[in-house]
């Protein structure tokens, strides 16, 4: 997930009363260029001035107290979202006058890219708090926790470097550790999945019923799990009694962490493959499952792109390439909200062409609504999409084989 090439950055800083030139590796979860100016900040700093200097293009790096320090994120982050809610209401009057005819609805594009504007400026700003960490990834700061295990996990060793990272990026680390512990109950399998950093976690897992209700092909010796992920839907399929799973993911921390959760099921009919879609030197499938990232939209961050797919690049390839590795009567079953149509990023007729294009019929369709948090907040700009949104199972068959 992080840029291999290592980078560097150098910053001037008082030590026993003289102005030294200290340097130290740039760790970036998010694939932030080395910051170019960076003042030295503490307790003393009030979080006005921390938002303006991050306002101004400048990093800070925090020597205060460590609960301090994310206090003052916290600060930070409120202040931001001040300015955001104003420049919503702002461009939500101008739209209006602009032409008063115009539905909410109509506005969605438009509104989904402003987010996500706003969510990488949000980004980049929370990213100019910086921490120094020595080379066993340990903090000097006051009251700092142990964070050596949750670093090690998610960047790796350091190799005899001191590195400063973002305060943000950081809590990252220590959030991921924490799932990676605790788990992510799936209620109706009635197990724990447990995701690694950079690795989509499946919190959202509605369409595991689905999974669990479509009726197996008759014969069903062989499935792909194509983009698993934590391995969730490769590990329904085994326990529904599939003989051998074939499980691709293009990630390699998703290859170990489905390793991971396979382990844990013990589990030792899942093979898997770090590979571009579809698996090499396998038999033909009688079952090929996908959840693709939902939304075709260019991802900001290597973290992202587990939930964005430019140009529908994957969902396309998938659908174009699954007629060849099925079985005479095979099928393919593909996981997908139809969140992007609402949000007027793709269009039903286009998707239906896409099936057709790679000689696939469908042979039935399930649906569920999602009931997350986010469906159901009328504050969210994209309520109208997000409460409208259907999460659907596609079963679809070689259009050659008629049933
Ligand atoms: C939405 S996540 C689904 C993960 C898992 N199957 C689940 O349902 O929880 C999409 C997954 O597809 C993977 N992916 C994206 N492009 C891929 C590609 N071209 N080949 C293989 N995997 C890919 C991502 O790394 C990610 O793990």
Known sequence: MLVTEKQYVQWLEKENGKETLRHARWLSANNHQP?????VVDDTTTADEAYRLACAGTS????????????????????????NERSEQRK???????????SDHNQLPNLFHQQRQMQAQRSRLLSRLLLELDADYVSKLRRA???????????????????????????GALGAAQWRKKGVTIENLGLSIYPHYGVFAPTRNEYVQLLLDAPLPKACDVAYDIGTGTGLLAIILAQRGVGQVIATDLNPRAIACARDNFERQELSNIQLQQTDLFPTDAPPANLIICNPPWLPAKPSSPLEYAVYDANSTMLRGFLQGARQHLSEK???WLILSDLAEHLQLRTREELLGWFVDAGLT????????????????E?????????????????????SYEP
């Open 35 to 39: 910051p170019e100016r960076i003042v």
């Open 60 to 83: 800070m790096l925090w020597r205060g107290d460590f609960h301090n320090g994310r206090q003052l994120l916290q600060a930070i982050n409120r202040r931001i979202e001040r300015t």
């Open 92 to 102: 939500r009057k101008k739209a209006a006058n602009k032409n008063k005819s115009e």
């Open 145 to 171: 926790p142990d964070v050596n295990a949750a670093c090690m996990a998610a960047f790796g060793e350091l190799n005899d470097e001191p590195c400063l990272l973002s305060l943000r990026d950081l809590q």
């Open 330 to 332: 095979g099928e393919v």
């Open 362 to 377: 469908v042979k039935y369709r399930l649906d569920t609504k999602p009931k997350h948090g986010r469906s159901q907040d």
């Open 379 to 399: 504050n969210d700009p994209l309520f109208a999409a997000r409460s409208s949104e259907v999460t659907s199972l596609w079963c679809l068959v070689s259009t």
